[in-house]
Nanobody, 123 residues
């Protein structure tokens, strides 16, 4: 059973950076698409970024140019580098893996989810 564990969240000020990590318990990272999602209080979970097995990436318009997704197959780990953070980036961030190789930013497309890590951007 694939398990995902996110880390790297925290409290930062606007304009600062964080790097989130998503560690997989088995070697799913090289073979499947990985997504990052976030959920703010009272809002639906939204897709932030994804990366397919071919390395093609996709980003929500709200984070383009500020966030970068990557993967390290040797470490079974995916990352989300978040720069120039804004208060509206606040939320619980989840990583997810789907059973196919193509990137997708919709939550129902994913089969496995981590428990999330809190990101708070506030002055």
């Amino acid at each position: 059973q694939l398990q995902l564990v996110e880390s790297g969240g925290g409290l930062v000020q606007p304009g600062e950076s964080l790097r989130l990590s998503c560690a997989a318990s088995v070697s799913a990272v090289p073979y499947n698409a990985i997504g990052w999602f976030r959920q703010a209080p009272g809002k639906e979970r939204e897709g932030v970024s994804c990366i397919g097995i071919n390395g093609i990436t996709n980003y929500a318009d709200s984070v383009k140019g500020r966030f970068t997704i990557s993967r390290d197959s040797a470490k079974n780990t995916a990352y989300l580098q978040m720069d120039s953070l804004k208060p509206e980036d606040t939320g619980v961030y989840y990583c997810a893996v789907r059973s196919v190789s193509r990137c997708d930013l919709t939550a129902p497309a994913y089969n496995y989810w981590g428990q999330g890590t809190q990101v708070t951007v506030s002055s």
